[in-house]
């Protein structure tokens, strides 16, 4: 069974830091990309980065570019979301996916998600 | 701003067909890229419903299905049923941005 698991959620002040952590199960982990999404509270779903399974190929949302960094240890079946700089609208929930598919990848597996909270 | 639009809410009686739209540009759907959707339901993980425009996957009823045509999609429920009652929401990939991979605004759905 394919199973995803965030951890390092919470809350912190602005300007501040966090890590999220997704461990994964139930498939080899290093023939799947992954990525992470988000849900502010009362928004949308929000696309927030993606990265290869060879690390090779990341990719960003502008929203997070430049302060948020996604990597990934296969030996680990993991994959992290180091967030800087946080801002009150990176509030959210965060979901670990799987990526399924070619260059249109869907995200075919989620885990329960993270939340954070960034306010002073 | 998402680059996908739906609109914000769709209802419908049981056992009734809706369609929930999703309206892109040239650079993602009018470009070919594929349309993914998923179901968000209140407190429960996002699941995806259809993925490469129109399959779903193992596990998701025959009652959802999916098109695309020009630079739009649709996903449409037929026989509508109470837990159907979600979110949902398009995805696809828009080469226009740096970040390419994108989702569409939101559909609630009320039954």
């Known amino acids: 069974e394919v199973q995803l698991a965030e951890s390092g959620g919470g809350s912190v002040q602005p300007g501040g830091s966090l890590r999220l952590s997704c461990v994964a199960s139930?498939?080899?982990?290093?023939?799947?990309?992954m990525n992470w999404v988000r849900q502010a509270p009362g928004k949308g779903l929000e696309w927030v980065a993606h990265i290869s399974l060879s690390s090779s190929i990341i990719y960003y949302a502008d929203s997070v570019n430049g302060r948020f960094t996604v990597s990934r240890d296969n030996a680990k079946n993991s994959v992290y979301l180091q967030m800087n700089s946080l801002r009150a609208e990176d509030t959210a929930v965060y979901y670990c996916?799987?990526?399924?598919?070619?260059?249109?990848?869907?995200?075919?597996?989620w885990g329960q998600g993270a939340p954070v909270t960034v306010s002073s | 701003q998402s680059v996908l639009t739906q609109p914000p809410s769709v209802s419908g009686a049981p056992g009734q067909r809706i369609t929930i739209s999703c309206t892109g540009t040239?650079?993602?759907?009018?470009?070919?890229?594929?349309v993914n959707w998923y179901q968000h339901l209140s407190g429960r993980t996002p699941k995806l419903l259809i993925f490469?425009?129109?399959n779903r996957p193992s596990g998701v009823p025959d009652r959802f299905s999916g098109t695309k045509s020009g630079t739009s999609a649709s996903l449409v429920i037929s026989g509508l049923q109470a837990d159907d009652e979600a979110d949902y929401y398009c995805q696809s990939y828009d080469s226009s941005l740096s970040g390419p991979y994108v989702f569409g605004t939101g559909t609630k759905v009320t039954v």
């Open positions: 139930g498939f080899t982990f290093n023939s799947f990309g």
């Open positions: 040239s650079s993602n759907i009018g470009a070919g890229y594929d």
């Open positions: 996916t799987r990526a399924k598919g070619g260059l249109i990848y869907h995200f075919d597996y």
């Open positions: 490469g425009n129109n």
